[in-house]
């Protein structure tokens, strides 16, 4: 009732719906407003049976079904089928602010000159536990390397295993486990090296905050990662590989920052495209 209410007060002219759960409630309300769905998950939500029929009923009354990633749209086609407006638009970033070449580093984070840094929160999906077993390769090649975790503590028994592995390693001079951070564009500038060993995204926005930050990238073969294979300085490897992994750390900690053009992957592209699917349907609203 609190979600119509707030429909009925601010009568919006499109409804932009972002994620399953939010795009499903919506679509139950009794209104009239133009109503666009975002897939972001890295899953398959349709998996869960519930959630495919509810989405099977409902699925018409979503104007346009929109994908981050093709793997998305892939998986309603799959699970749902063909609805008549499907399109994928990426996720977007603000180039200009992580490309910026300042050296301001934020104070708590110190300065390691060889650091690597994963951000991202702390689950199995993302894998910072190869991370780490890729890490202590590195240290066999390069003593004054460090390795910097930033995210938010979403599965507790996860974050255990990752304070776990670096206490039995014997890495804790080496290794910081941090909480989630604001002040991301800095702690890229202050690091030589990012990593993502993820299992699974649909269009990662600290991928893209990485690609336009300049930082040499190191991250899984995933098919979301696919499109920045040809960039400067972005080695996809097996990040399950402990061996294969911790090359590909050590090498990029020696290869220097790039600078990538990510056109079709800023704030201004995404939002263009929202706006011309907002627009789209608004005024057929209109003239109806």
């Known amino acids: 009732m609190h979600l119509y209410r707030v429909v009925r007060r601010f009568r919006p002219d499109f409804i932009v719906a972002h994620a399953t ?13 133009p109503i666009a769905w975002v897939m972001h998950s890295g899953v398959n939500d349709f998996e869960n049976g519930a959630l495919k029929r509810a989405e099977r009923l409902l699925s018409r009354r979503a104007r346009a079904i929109i994908g981050v990633s093709q793997q998305n749209i892939d998986d309603y086609l799959r699970e749902i089928g063909r609805h008549p407006s499907m399109v994928v638009i990426p996720n977007g970033v603000d ?69 776990s592995l670096v206490r039995q390693l014997g890495l804790e001079s080496k290794v910081t486990v941090s909480g989630p951070r604001s002040d991301v564009a800095a702690i890229l500038r202050a690091s030589r090296v990012f990593a993502m060993p993820s299992r699974f995204e649909a269009q990662s926005i600290g991928f893209l905050e990485a690609l336009a930050s300049g930082i040499p990238v190191v991250a899984s073969r995933i098919p979301s990662f696919g499109f920045a294979s040809a960039f400067a300085g972005v080695n996809l490897v097996d990040t399950t590989d402990p061996e294969a992994y911790g090359r590909a750390l050590l090498h990029a900690l020696d290869t220097p920052r790039a600078n990538r053009q990510l056109a079709g992957y800023t704030l201004h592209d995404t939002a263009d495209r929202y706006m011309t699917i907002a627009r789209k349907f608004v005024q057929l609203q209109v003239s109806a």
């Open 21 to 33: 759960l939010a795009a499903l409630y919506v679509r139950l309300l009794p209104v009239h407003t």
């Open 95 to 163: 180039a200009q602010l992580f490309a910026q070449a300042n050296d301001a580093v934020a104070p708590d984070i110190g300065m390691h000159p060889k650091q690597i840094v994963q951000l991202g929160r702390y689950i199995e999906g993302k894998s910072q536990l190869d991370t780490i077993r890729a890490f202590e390769r590195v240290l066999q090649s390069e003593p004054e390397a460090h390795l910097l975790f930033c995210g938010v503590v979403e599965d507790l028994d996860y974050h255990r295993a990752v304070l």
